[in-house]
C-alpha cells in the first residue's frame, strides 16, 4: 500500500519557468490537499479538493493552480516561478475533511 | 484568525530523559487538536489527536492532554529514545475555516 506519492522528489527551476508537481494516492480518500513548508512557518495550505473535479484555495494560493481530473490525482502547477516559490512541497490526503492527514514524502523546489 | 503556537527549539536531550514539548493555540469555537511528527526526509505521520476538552491522545508512549481553560496541549514522553529524534507540529482543524493550522515546528534531538 503506497499511500499518498509524490513526484518528483527534487527539482531547480529558473524563474519564469512553470512546472507540475503530482500528487497520487491510493486510499479512495476524497479529500486532499497541497501545502507548502518554510523554515519556522509550520505547513501553509495552498489549495485542497473535496472531491474528483473540484478545488479551492487555501491560505496562500496566489502564484498556484490545480487540478482534480482523477479521485486518486491532485496536481499542483506553476506558471511563471519565483524564488519566493524556493519550498518544501507536500501533498496529503484524508478520508474525511477533518480527519487526519496521510501526507507524502515531499517535493524540494528551488527556483534560482 | 487561528494560530498555533510551539516552543521553539531545537529540545536537545539525554536517552531516557523527560520530554515536554509546549503548544498553545487560539482558535474560535472547539477545535480539534493533533501532533504530527516528521523523520528526516519523509513527510509528516499523525502521532496523535484530541477532539474534545480534557481528551488525552496517546501513541508510542507520548502523551497530551486537550486543555481548554488554558488553551493548551503539550506533548509529553516520560523517557525519550535517539530514535525519536524528529520535528514535532502542533495543528489544530476547526470546523469554521475548514482547514489544518500548524505551529512552526520544533526540532528534538536525542544523544544516547
Known amino acids: 500500500n503506497a499511500g499518498v506519492t509524490q513526484t518528483p522528489k527534487f527539482r531547480v527551476l529558473k524563474t519564469g519557468q512553470s512546472m507540475t508537481l503530482l500528487c497520487a494516492q491510493d486510499?479512495?480518500?476524497?479529500?486532499m490537499y497541497w501545502y507548502r513548508q518554510d523554515p519556522g512557518m509550520g505547513l501553509r495550505l495552498i489549495h485542497y479538493?473535496?472531491?474528483?473535479?473540484?478545488?479551492a484555495k487555501g491560505e496562500v494560493p496566489d502564484g498556484y493552480n490545480v487540478s482534480r481530473l482523477k479521485k486518486q490525482n491532485f496536481l499542483l502547477g506553476l506558471e511563471s516561478a519565483a524564488p519566493s516559490q524556493t519550498s518544501v512541497y507536500f501533498c496529503?490526503?484524508?478520508?474525511?475533511?477533518?480527519?487526519?492527514?496521510?501526507f507524502g514524502s515531499g517535493t524540494r523546489l528551488t527556483v534560482v | 484568525g487561528d494560530s498555533v503556537t510551539q516552543m521553539e527549539g531545537p529540545v536537545t536531550l539525554s536517552e531516557e530523559a523527560f520530554l515536554t514539548i509546549n503548544c498553545t493555540y487560539t482558535?474560535?469555537?472547539?477545535?480539534?487538536l493533533f501532533w504530527y511528527v516528521q523523520y528526516p526526509g519523509e513527510g509528516l505521520q499523525l502521532l496523535l489527536k484530541a477532539t474534545k476538552a480534557d481528551d488525552k491522545g496517546s501513541n508510542k508512549g507520548f502523551e497530551a492532554t486537550y486543555r481548554k481553560e488554558t488553551t493548551s496541549f503539550h506533548l509529553e514522553k516520560g523517557s525519550v529514545q535517539v530514535s525519536d529524534s524528529a520535528v514535532y507540529f502542533c495543528?489544530?482543524?476547526?470546523?469554521?475555516?475548514?482547514?489544518?493550522?500548524f505551529g512552526g515546528g520544533t526540532r528534538l534531538m536525542v544523544k544516547p
Open positions: 486510499m479512495n480518500h476524497e479529500y
Open positions: 495543528a489544530l482543524w476547526n470546523n469554521a475555516g475548514n482547514m489544518l493550522t
Open positions: 479538493s473535496v472531491g474528483e473535479g473540484t478545488t
Open positions: 482558535a474560535t469555537g472547539y477545535p480539534s
Open positions: 496529503a490526503s484524508s478520508k474525511a475533511f477533518q480527519a487526519s492527514h496521510t
